[in-house]
T-cell receptor, first 114, second 110 residues
Framework: DTEVTQTPKHLVMGMTNKKSLKCEQH?????MYWYKQKAKKPPELMFV???????INESVPSRFSPECPNSSLLNLHLHALQPEDSALYLC?????????????FGPGTRLLVL | GNSVTQMEGPVTLSEEAFLTINCTYT??????LFWYVQYPGEGLQLLLK?????DKGSNKGFEATYRKETTSFHLEKGSVQVSDSAVYFC?????????FGTGTSLTVIP
């Protein structure tokens, strides 16, 4: 299995809703990442988990809450989002955290906040 | 700091034309360099990578050489196809974060 899967593919939510994005990989990778990508822009790093511990938080608002329940799963819990949070949310994984590691991306969850 | 600069798009080429997408970088250490491709509505796919100076990455007819002296990693393909239409991102990894360029949109017309 050489892919990163993400669910759901699309999500529409109101500003008062609570929802979660899920990411899964079975490549034995020990580093996992969340990115946010706005239209016609490059991905922006949000969080990095290394060996199931939060390694990097790029000053992301607390309405985004990551969780890594085990080495294969990465969740992003969403609460009280704003319309400007509408974007493509990409998950990625790499064998380890480090400069020579290739990141493998999932197809993304396209989020619309109304 | 670390950064990646890509040529502005969009780029439109006829099928079988030669492609070059320029990428230069600024890094404090010894980064690895990557090209990723994003097809419409999809996530990013690794196209090729190079981990040290003078390395050449290649895949599906695309290639790029890590040039430390010019801090560049230009993407080239000798003959593009309609199926190569996508957005191409240059990226560097150092020490544990990815820094992406702004992306270059390529459209290949028959």
């Amino acid at each position: 299995d050489t892919e990163v899967t993400q669910t759901p593919k699309h999500l529409v939510m109101g500003m008062t809703n609570k929802k979660s994005l899920k990411c899964e990989q079975h490549m034995g990778h020990r580093a996992m990442y969340w990115y946010k990508q706005k239209a016609k822009k490059p991905p922006e790093l949000m969080f990095v988990y290394s060996y199931e511990k939060l390694s990097i938080n790029e000053s992301v608002p607390s309405r985004f809450s990551p969780e890594c329940p085990n080495s294969s799963l990465l969740n992003l819990h969403l609460h009280a989002l704003q319309p400007e949070d509408s974007a493509l949310y990409l998950c990625a994984s790499s064998p380890r955290e480090g400069p020579q590691e290739t990141q493998y991306f999932g197809p993304g969850t396209r989020l619309l906040v109304l | 700091g670390n950064s990646v600069t890509q040529m502005e798009g969009p780029v439109t080429l006829s099928e079988e034309a030669f492609l070059t997408i320029n990428c230069t970088y600024t890094a404090t250490g010894y980064p690895s360099l990557f090209w990723y491709v994003q097809y419409p509505g999809e996530g990013l796919q690794l196209l090729l990578k190079a981990t040290k100076a003078d390395d050449k990455g290649s895949n599906k007819g695309f290639e790029a050489t890590y040039r430390k002296e010019t801090t560049s990693f230009h993407l080239e393909k000798g003959s593009v196809q309609v199926s190569d239409s996508a957005v191409y991102f240059c990226a560097l990894s150092e020490p544990s974060q990815f820094y992406f360029g702004t992306g270059t949109s390529l459209t290949v017309i028959p």
